[in-house]
């Protein structure tokens, strides 16, 4: 699969900050065909809605001229707001082609609060909310006024810690949400297969927006958000390594932290996702 890789060095929209150096560091683990070409860096106030709403839509242009390369964007966070670049750009380039978009998104968390549900204020506890078209109307219309996401069209996965704001929104809205005590009883293997077979009978393309603190934190202990258990990231990388890569439009990583790593854990699991993304198709 021909992958460029984009850097989000992002952290003012979380609560902790040092995941925006993750794109720096990763770049001194990964070989030289898989070095980050482009490093978009926001280093302004955590609130600067104008600055950020910029910010986003730099890094949404980015994605969309790489699809327009025919190459597979793999975006590396930074915190998880990320995602408003990354799925706005990719869904522009799919509605110019009168395509459609599925999203999985796997997160301990459901990141679909809006400024008026935040318990934090923080906006990487916001991004699924704006895709769906809730929330900050600067972020809500980048690149385009309509949602860039169809709520029947989106599956988290490995969601165990969230406030019941948003999980009313989410399930007023319909989205398939497997929780971790779903994955303890199918195992991984069947909710993400599953989540992949039924989304693949809907939409054209399918993207994944991975935060690492959906794993559990023995492999992935370098994050600002922790939560116990989770995914096992070995059976994770197993299923992720046979999935049809005629499907995959994108793949995005977030939340990583190198101030709170251990031992390069958690940047060594991001490391071995882009090389399977790399190896797939």
């Known amino acids: 699969m021909d992958v460029r890789l984009i850097g989000a060095a992002i952290d003012k929209c979380a609560g902790i900050s040092g995941a925006a150096g993750t794109p720096e560091m990763l770049n ?10 482009q490093i978009l860096t926001y280093a302004d106030r955590r609130n600067n809605i104008l600055l950020l709403k910029d910010y986003f839509t730099n890094l949404a242009n980015a994605v969309k001229d790489t699809l327009e390369e025919l190459k597979v964007p793999l975006i590396i966070g ?26 999985i998104w796997i997160d301990a968390h459901m990141d679909s609060h809006t400024l008026q549900t935040s318990h934090s204020g923080n906006i990487h506890g916001m991004p ?23 709520p029947e069209n989106v599956v988290l996965i490995g969601i ?8 009313l929104l989410l399930d007023k809205l319909g989205v398939k949400i497997y ?16 989540a992949w077979h039924v989304l693949s009978a809907k939409v054209d393309k399918i993207g994944l927006s991975i935060d690492v603190d959906g794993f559990d ?16 990231f070995n059976q994770f990388i197993d299923v992720y390594n046979k999935i049809d890569a005629n499907k995959l439009i994108a793949v995005e990583i977030a939340e990583a932290n190198p101030s709170l790593d251990e031992q ?17 198709g």
């Open 264 to 280: 390069n854990k958690t940047l060594n699991c991001v490391v071995d996702i882009v090389k399977a993304t790399q190896k797939l």
């Open 28 to 37: 001194k683990m990964l070989s030289d065909s898989l070095q980050i070409s």
């Open 217 to 232: 934190p023995k492999f992935t202990p370098g994050v600002g958000t922790i939560v116990t258990d989770g995914i096992d």
């Open 160 to 167: 165990r810690s969230y406030e019941p704001e948003e999980a």
């Open 179 to 194: 929780y971790n005590y779903d994955i303890s009883d199918l195992g991984i293997a069947k909710v993400f297969n599953d």
């Open 78 to 103: 930074g915190d998880h707001s990320c995602a408003i670049g990354t799925w706005s750009g990719v869904s522009e380039f799919l509605y110019n082609r009168n395509q459609s978009l599925g999203l």
């Open 128 to 150: 699924l909310a704006v895709l769906l078209g809730y929330g900050i109307d600067e972020f809500v219309k980048i690149l385009n006024a309509t949602p860039k996401l169809r």
